[in-house]
Structure formats: structure tokens, C-alpha cells
């Protein structure tokens, strides 16, 4: 009867230190968790910072542009009407026209490349961090999963119960 309860005492000490391991395991999963979190809560902001302001300057100069784009044709309308009048000089405006919108074009290229690039980047960072978050709370989960099933083991084996029993109550879980 002595080492029964000696065997108990082991035993429930063994417990007691498991569940205090599971507690530090959490513990450290809540602090990692929080510094994810923080560092998902920077790469936001600065996505706030510096997307949110080239979109609104690259639409407001498409709204200023657009109106001289609109002139400029509506010019270019008014000039071939008089062709016959003014040829020379239509062929000077419609260059200058040319000019002006290919350089309108470049400039909205640069823009819209620019903007393609700081969405990518912060895409990549998001995409980064989730990965990362991801990857300090599954690896965590799956240690607790490991230690729990052992802890069953244990506890199947010290209680008696036959192996074959219990690896056929584990099934596909069986390593």
C-alpha cells in the first residue's frame, strides 16, 4: 500500500510540472502573439503613411490633368477645322500636343509604377508577418498536441491498459 501511494505522489508531481510547463509554453506563445501583433500594427501604419498620400497626390493630379488633356484635344478639333486657313501652324500645335501628352503619359507611368511598387512591398511585408504569426503559433500548438498524447500514454500505461488498446484508439494519430 506504501508504494502505491508513493507512485501517486510521483505522479501527480509529474502532472503538476506538465501543467506548469503548458503554462510557460502559453505564456511565451502570448508574448510572441503580442510582439507579431505590434509588428503587424507598424507595417499598417506605415502603409497608412505613405500609400494613402501617393494615391490621393497621384488622383488629384489626374483630376488637374485630365481637364488640360481635354483642352488640348478639344484644341486640336478646333485646329483641323481650319486647315486650310492655318496648316503650318496646326502642324506645331499637334507636335506640341504630342509632346505634352507623351510627357503626361511618362509622368503618370512613373506614378502608377511607384504606386505599384510601395503596394507590392507592403503586400510582401503583410504577407511576411502572417507567415511568421502563423508559424510562432502553430509550432507551439502542435508541441502542446505532442505532449498531451504522451501525457495520455503515460497515463493509459500506468493505469494498465493494454498497447494494442491504445494504439487502436489513436488510429491515424499513431506515430
Known amino acids: 500500500m506504501h508504494q502505491v501511494s508513493w507512485i501517486y505522489v510521483t505522479f501527480t508531481a509529474v502532472t503538476a510540472a506538465g501543467v506548469l510547463l503548458q503554462a510557460f509554453v502559453l505564456l511565451g506563445m502570448l508574448f510572441a502573439l503580442k510582439s507579431a501583433l505590434g509588428r503587424l500594427d507598424q507595417v499598417?501604419?506605415?502603409?497608412?503613411?505613405?500609400?494613402?498620400?501617393?494615391?490621393?497626390?497621384?488622383?488629384?493630379?489626374?483630376?488637374?490633368?485630365?481637364?488640360?488633356?481635354?483642352?488640348?484635344?478639344?484644341?486640336?478639333?478646333?485646329?483641323?477645322?481650319?486647315v486650310l486657313e492655318v496648316s503650318h501652324k496646326l502642324k506645331d500645335q499637334s507636335a506640341q500636343v504630342g509632346e505634352t501628352l507623351d510627357d503626361l503619359l511618362k509622368k503618370t507611368e512613373v506614378q502608377v509604377e511607384r504606386v505599384d511598387e510601395m503596394v507590392t512591398g507592403t503586400l510582401n511585408t503583410v504577407a511576411h508577418a502572417t507567415a511568421t504569426l502563423q508559424h510562432a503559433v502553430i509550432t507551439p500548438v502542435r508541441q502542446i498536441g505532442a505532449l498531451l498524447n504522451g501525457l495520455r500514454a503515460g497515463l493509459d500505461v500506468l493505469r494498465g491498459r493494454d498497447r494494442e488498446a491504445h494504439a487502436a484508439a489513436d488510429g491515424d494519430h499513431f506515430v
Open 44 to 82: 499598417s501604419k506605415l502603409a497608412e503613411e505613405h500609400v494613402v498620400p501617393t494615391l490621393v497626390s497621384a488622383r488629384s493630379m489626374i483630376e488637374e490633368i485630365a481637364p488640360k488633356i481635354k483642352t488640348a484635344v478639344q484644341n486640336v478639333v478646333d485646329a483641323s477645322q481650319q
